[in-house]
């Protein structure tokens, strides 16, 4: 399995970007499907995910302002990011867990997404 991500750059305060996330080889029926995001000299947090139970969470740091979504006949995933802050500047990461008991994952290369005016 491998990921390619794109979409990032700048955005100016209240502007929106969409990431994408192109997903290569099979990836079951038991996954979950994530972006996270690390910003300069903080740890690598997941701000959105979706299982194949359809299960979405995010984290309430993007709620209502980021969306997450599969498209299963590109094979690609998606984060549209609205009312984009500056605190929103980092580098997202797309993530793969396969499998329920001990799940392999695949990450991404980082996208860079700065916000500034």
């Known amino acids: 399995v491998q990921l390619q991500a794109s979409g990032g750059g700048l955005a100016e305060p209240g502007g929106s970007l969409r990431l994408s996330c192109e997903v290569s080889?099979?990836?079951?029926?038991?996954?979950?499907l994530a972006w996270y995001r690390q910003a300069p000299g903080k740890q690598r947090e997941s701000i959105a995910s979706?299982?194949?139970?359809?299960?979405?969470t995010y984290a309430n740091s993007v709620k209502g302002r980021f969306t997450i979504n599969w498209d299963k006949y590109e094979n690609t995933l998606y984060l549209q990011m609205n009312s984009l802050i500056p605190e929103d500047t980092a580098v997202y990461y797309c993530?793969?867990?396969?499998?329920?008991?001990?799940?392999?994952?695949?990450w991404g290369r980082g996208t860079q997404v700065t916000v500034s005016s």
């Open positions: 993530k793969i867990s396969i499998g329920v008991y001990n799940p392999s994952d695949f």
């Open positions: 080889g099979s990836i079951g029926v038991n996954n979950v």
């Open positions: 979706m299982s194949s139970n359809g299960l979405i």
